[in-house]
Nanobody, 123 residues
Framework: QVQLAESGGGLVQAGGSLRLSCAGS????????MGWFRQAPGNKREFVAVISGRGGLKAYADSVKGQFTISRDNARITAYLQMNGLKPEDTAVYYC????????????????WGQGTQVAVSS
């Protein structure tokens, strides 16, 4: 089992940047692929990005390609989501999660979730 905790959310103006962190503990870090998801009020939780255990594979939702960058530091057991050019529609609670599936974008394949961090983008 791996325990996850997100941080780095906050309030930012449109066009600004944030870097989210997902700190893990409790298990071998490169055993799991790490994914980021988000959930806006009234919406379903949606896939944002995923990175494979050793960082060689990355995948993004079409809505964030070229805008967000996922990375990880296995020595620190931490995954990151660098978000640039933020838009009001990026406002959501952002969650990280772990999966043993490779570069998976299916939410049902993730069994370990953090508590989320709020990102709010003002226009």
């Amino acid at each position: 089992q791996v325990q996850l905790a997100e941080s780095g959310g906050g309030l930012v103006q449109a066009g600004g940047s944030l870097r989210l962190s997902c700190a893990g503990s409790g298990s071998t870090s490169d055993k799991y692929d790490m994914g980021w998801f988000r959930q806006a009020p009234g919406n379903k939780r949606e896939f944002v990005a995923v990175i494979s255990g050793r960082g060689g594979l990355k995948a993004y939702a079409d809505s964030v390609k070229g805008q967000f960058t996922i990375s990880r530091d296995n020595a620190r057991i931490t995954a990151y989501l660098q978000m640039n050019g933020l838009k009001p529609e990026d406002t959501a609670v952002y969650y990280c999660a772990a999966t043993t599936m490779t570069a998976c974008d299916e939410i049902t394949r993730y069994s370990n979730w953090g508590q989320g961090t709020q990102v709010a983008v003002s226009s």
